[in-house]
């Protein structure tokens, strides 16, 4: 039983790292490798804010996600605008972004394991036999929780379907007056947003380690590839099957198989079936 227990957190936590990663590549076509950094950076915001600034956990939090969803979309305003279209450019910017950001903090002095964050919830109870934290179980109830108001975004509010539109058929799109650049700019923000809250969510659990940043990036790009490039239903799928492989060599192997699990993933799943899980090959073939 813990097999499955730990495996559905370890999923729904998959899911909740990368969704930022695929929301805005689902829209903007744009693959965010700063995507890692922004989780790492908001980690270490609301742990300044607390002891530096000495703000209350609840505002260092608003204050952190909000800051961090800024600087994603600036990264799209100030620097991606200019090369949109050209792909290397793109994914060499992108992570250049991050590696800076990376380092900016290693040099900064952010480093090592004193940084922690306060958890939410400290006890733990038993789930199916299985005694889980409570720090674990509220990652779950709010990765579902997301799931479903973004879900309800993007169906039923007026930015929610101009991204549904943009991520469609853009040039359709732009022939109705949605202006894609400022939807890109919306994504940037929505998903940089949502990589803090991730943050927020599961630093608690550890300590705020500045190489977790790769880490995140690794796991978010291969629940991407695998489920297919800007599929959500398709990186959902694919963060159960990383989740549960994981598991399974944590069990029977070692923690630090893990990270090998998810680079084989993209390897296979590169060499079967490049689209993806759920990807359209159509638009994988104008992209290459």
């Not at 990652?139 to 929610?160: K, P, Q, S």
Request: net charge neutral; charged share 10%.
């Amino acid at each position: 039983m813990d097999i499955l227990v730990y495996g559905i957190i370890n999923s729904v936590t998959l899911s909740l790292l990368s969704l930022g990663f695929t929301l805005v590549y689902s829209i903007s076509r744009l693959p965010n490798f700063a995507h890692g950094a922004l989780y790492i950076t908001t980690g270490y915001f609301i742990w300044l804010f607390l002891n530096t600034l000495g703000l209350n956990y609840p505002l260092a939090i608003v204050v952190g996600i909000a800051l961090t969803g800024f600087i994603g979309a600036m990264i799209y305003r100030l620097i991606l605008i200019r090369i949109r279209g050209m792909e290397i450019s793109e994914i060499i910017a992108t992570y250049a972004i991050g590696l800076a950001i990376i380092e900016g903090l290693r040099w900064g002095g952010l480093r090592g394991t004193t940084f922690t964050l306060p958890s939410f919830a400290s006890g733990s109870r038993e789930i199916l036999g299985v005694n889980v934290d409570d720090q674990r179980l509220l990652v779950v109830a709010v990765g579902f929780t997301v799931f479903a108001l973004l879900y309800l975004f993007v169906h039923l509010t007026r930015n929610g379907l101009a991204l549904r539109g943009i991520a469609q058929d853009e040039r359709a799109a732009m022939m109705l007056g949605i202006d894609s650049d400022r939807m890109a700019i919306v994504s940037f923000a929505i998903g940089s947003s949502l990589a803090g809250l991730s943050a927020i969510l599961i630093l608690p659990l550890g300590n705020i380690v500045v190489e977790a940043g790769y880490s995140v990036l690794v796991f978010s790009v291969a629940v991407s590839v695998i489920g297919g490039l800007g599929s959500w239903p398709g990186a959902i799928i694919a963060s159960f099957i990383i989740g549960f492989a994981q598991i399974l060599t944590e069990k029977f192997l070692s923690t630090h198989f893990q990270m090998v699990i998810a680079l084989l993933a993209i390897i296979i799943t590169l060499l079967i079936k490049p689209s993806g899980i759920l990807g359209r090959q159509k638009e994988l073939e104008e992209r290459v």
